[in-house]
Nanobody, 124 residues
């Protein structure tokens, strides 16, 4: 089966609002990969937002700790990102990604497999 990551759930919200992003992972076995969410704001570098390892442990960027929650439903092959207390600095394209190598998972960087992204806009 071809490997494919398909994100959804982006949209426009006002500051303080919430969104839940979803990513369906086709052709992936979660026990072999860590999964993550990344984002890229206009004119900025892409950055890691949250990662969940194959054992279920999670890591977050400091900027989203306490506001965002990453989770996965193995039965549905779906990764989620619950985003609360959104602010305009959270605006950007959000990408789902997968990686096999644990050093890249720990670094939240250089992931090898990417979705097409879903756009999030937070207005003040």
């Amino acid at each position: 089966q071809a490997q494919l990551l398909v994100e959804s759930g982006g949209g426009s919200v006002q500051s303080g609002g919430s969104l839940r992003l979803s990513c369906v992972a086709y052709g992936y076995t979660y026990s072999n990969y860590c999964m993550g969410w990344f984002r890229q704001a206009p004119g900025k570098e892409r950055e890691g937002v949250a990662v969940i390892d194959s054992d279920g442990s999670t890591r977050y960027a400091d900027s989203v700790k306490g506001r965002f929650t990453i989770s996965q439903d193995n039965a549905k092959n779906t990764l989620y990102l619950q985003m609360n207390s959104l602010n305009p600095e959270d605006t950007g394209m959000y990408y789902c990604a997968a990686e096999v190598f644990q050093d890249r998972c720990r670094a939240m960087n250089h992931f090898g497999y990417w979705g097409q992204g879903t756009e999030v806009t937070v207005s003040s």
